[in-house]
């Protein structure tokens, strides 16, 4: 009987990991000024810079419509310009007029009903908050 369980349990966990293979887990950003294709990874920390003000951006709705938002700017170290981020940082409150570095991790979540695997973002640690 323990047995049959385990095999149920492992079918079941691979017949899971084969129903989202076929789904999209490529996403298009703007990386310094150019639109490139990024595979959507489990990434545990990751450190990033947020701007002390939020950005204008392109947002799509529940109903798959396209409309204007506010959203938050971040680079990597590396990098010279920010990117908007049309998301959240799950765990982390912004509060305008600050610059942070923040320690976050991103994980790849499977939507299946989208057909995407989409980047999800938690807060690791507040590095710094900074006023401008």
Request: glycine share 6%; aromatic share 8%.
């Amino acid at each position: 009987m323990k047995k049959l369980a385990i095999a149920a349990f492992a079918t079941t966990f691979a017949l899971a990991g084969c129903s989202t293979m076929d789904l999209n887990d490529e996403r298009t950003m703007i990386v310094e000024g150019e639109a490139q294709n990024v595979k959507v990874v489990n990434i545990p920390n990751l450190k990033i810079e947020i701007a002390p003000t939020k950005a204008v951006c392109d947002v799509t709705a529940n109903t798959g419509e396209v409309i204007k938002s506010e959203c938050l700017q971040f680079r990597q170290a590396h990098q010279r310009n920010f990117t908007s981020f049309n998301g959240n940082i799950q765990g982390f409150t912004y509060e305008p007029g600050y610059r942070y570095m923040l320690d976050v991790r991103q994980e790849a979540v499977a939507d299946e009903a989208a057909g995407v695997v989409k980047p999800v973002w938690y807060l690791n640690e507040v590095i710094s908050k900074n006023a401008e």
